[in-house]
């Protein structure tokens, strides 16, 4: 069995990348793990800058393989924001709620024919003695005035994804994870672990 630390304590974030790859011969340890870890300060102005910062020290720090991804929500009418700082949008690091409210305050006078957005993940693949290797999705969809849905996290109950009637807190996990900018980059990490030694 090959362990994979991944960089992250959202708890979201580890149950969407354990469902896609059970069955793989992989254990997914979280950062839960490993209390006695820094924080890795995401300063990059590029998704895949800040995957690879986590990726890089986390697998120093552990002596394990680490994948880490930045991901976030870019909306057209906004000039790209929130990006990077997509998870403190409102200001504190992961508030879902106060991220939310502040995406809606920014849209409100945007009409609904102008509220493009795309969900965009890099995920950053770190081995010992191997150059990190890099893997991206992206999602598009719409930014709707009201949320719907339980399900998912962060702005997934605001994004009514293109071609569906839902928004991604609408799709179960197995259909989000098959569509989902996380679960496109992941399916092509799965892809390279099972060719690559570990």
């Not at 708890?11 to 992989?26: P, S």
């Not at 990006?83 to 939310?100: E, K, L, T």
């Not at 409100?108 to 893997?135: E, I, K, N, S, W």
């Amino acid at each position: 069995m090959f362990e994979l630390v991944v960089a992250t304590r959202n708890a979201g974030k580890l149950r969407e990348i354990r469902h896609l790859l059970e069955g793989e011969g992989v254990t997914v340890l979280g950062l839960d793990g490993f209390p006695e870890l820094p924080e890795v300060v995401e300063d990059g102005d590029t998704f895949a800058a800040n995957a690879a910062k986590k990726a890089e020290t986390i697998a120093r720090l552990t002596g394990r393989p680490c994948l880490a991804d930045d991901s976030g929500l870019t909306v057209e009418a906004l000039g790209g924001e929130p990006g990077v700082h997509s998870a403190r949008y409102a200001g504190s690091q992961g508030d879902d709620a106060a991220n939310n409210a502040r995406l809606l305050r920014e849209l409100a006078a945007v009409p609904d024919a102008r509220r493009q957005a795309a969900f965009c993940c890099v995920m950053a693949l770190c081995r010992p003695g191997l150059p990190t290797t890099f893997f991206e999705g992206r999602v598009a969809g719409r930014i709707l005035r009201a949320p719907r849905g339980a399900g998912g996290f962060g702005y997934d109950p605001l994004f009514l994804v293109d071609g569906f009637d839902r928004t991604m807190a609408e799709l179960p996990l197995a259909e989000k994870n098959r569509i989902s900018h996380r679960g496109q980059a992941l399916r092509q990490v799965v892809a390279v672990l099972a060719v690559q030694p570990r």
